[in-house]
């Protein structure tokens, strides 16, 4: 089944140069890549992208570790990956959300740490399912940014200039 999938590349993957890496890891799926960009995560994408963990008690630390105030990075790749399997191709690529219960050969276990704050510094945030890497990438993506029609758009005008958006 063809699929699509958020990637993301967080702040602390950034610092440590590890983009590369990441990326030659993530060539292993054969998926192809839809869409990327660099962005400065707002704070309203933060907690809109972690909504559903709103109530948790780490939530003001996940937000703060994705806007980059803890690794003086400021800045995540977000991209889209597409083909067959996408999603389950890339989270066992990606491993265990805790690092230390990470496969090491996973992206995770290789370069991810929990900071003595408790912070999981797992370096990469692949979609959980396809509901959610429907809402995470029209969350970080507008319709024209992916190469692919994935989900239904629309074409809009706002103020006097014609845009897609997501329908």
């Known amino acids: 089944m063809f699929q699509q999938t958020l990637v993301l590349i967080k702040p602390d993957g950034l610092k440590k140069s590890l983009t590369g890496?990441?990326?030659t890891r993530l060539s292993e799926t054969k998926l192809e890549i839809a869409a990327a960009k660099v962005v400065r995560v707002s704070?309203?994408?933060?907690e809109k992208h972690y909504a559903h963990l709103k109530d948790k008690p780490f939530f003001d630390g996940l937000v703060k570790y994705i806007l980059g105030e803890l690794h003086e990075r400021r800045k995540v790749l977000a991209m889209v990956y597409h083909?067959?399997?996408a999603i389950k191709k890339v989270k066992e690529l990606a491993g265990a959300t805790n690092p230390e219960e990470a496969e090491p050969t996973s992206i995770r276990g290789?370069?991810?740490r929990i900071t003595t704050g408790g912070v999981y510094e797992n370096v990469i945030h692949a979609s959980a399912n396809e509901k959610e890497a429907e809402r995470e990438?029209?969350?970080w993506f507008k319709p024209?940014?992916?190469?692919y029609h994935i989900y239904p758009a629309k074409e809009v005008v706002k103020n006097n200039i014609q845009e897609l958006e997501w329908a």
């Open 43 to 46: 704070r309203k994408l933060a």
């Open 144 to 147: 024209d940014e992916v190469i």
């Open 21 to 23: 890496n990441i990326l």
């Open 110 to 112: 290789a370069y991810g």
């Open 137 to 139: 990438i029209k969350m």
């Open 83 to 85: 083909g067959e399997d």
